[in-house]
């Protein structure tokens, strides 16, 4: 919380927000390669199209072999990564870390304790 001088008691609170990151790119990568044996086509990262705050900048589209349009929209939202269903633009829930995300999409990586993609 951020204090300003001029107006004596008012604050300013700046959400807290996580941006995808040099590492979950690499996860991503490694995900997408796993995956494509269960059904995952590809992802790719996209700035995001309007700035929200405690939004990411940048959100994560995956496409499965079922369907030509992305099937999941990934998006951090304050400390938390949201899984939608991108066809049905439908919350399909929200998760401690990246990789636990991907992981609801498709399991195909082993889950660690100290896993870099959080």
């Not at 929209?73 to 049905?88: C, E, F, L, Q, T």
Request: hydrophobic residues 40%; aromatic residues 10%.
């Amino acid at each position: 919380m951020l204090y300003d001088s001029e107006t004596s008691g008012a604050c300013n609170i700046i959400p807290f927000q996580m941006e995808i990151l040099s590492r979950h790119r690499d996860y991503l990568s490694r995900w997408v390669e796993a995956g494509m044996p269960m059904g995952v086509s590809d992802a790719d990262i996209f700035p995001a199209e309007q700035k929200q705050a405690g939004v990411s900048s940048g959100y994560v589209l995956v496409w499965v072999r079922e369907t030509p349009d992305p099937a999941y929209k990934v998006y951090s939202r304050g400390n938390r990564w949201v899984v939608m269903d991108a066809i049905r633009d439908t919350a399909l829930g929200n998760f401690n870390s990246f990789s636990d995300a991907l992981h609801m999409i498709r399991p195909v990586l082993p889950r660690e304790q100290n896993i870099v993609a959080a």
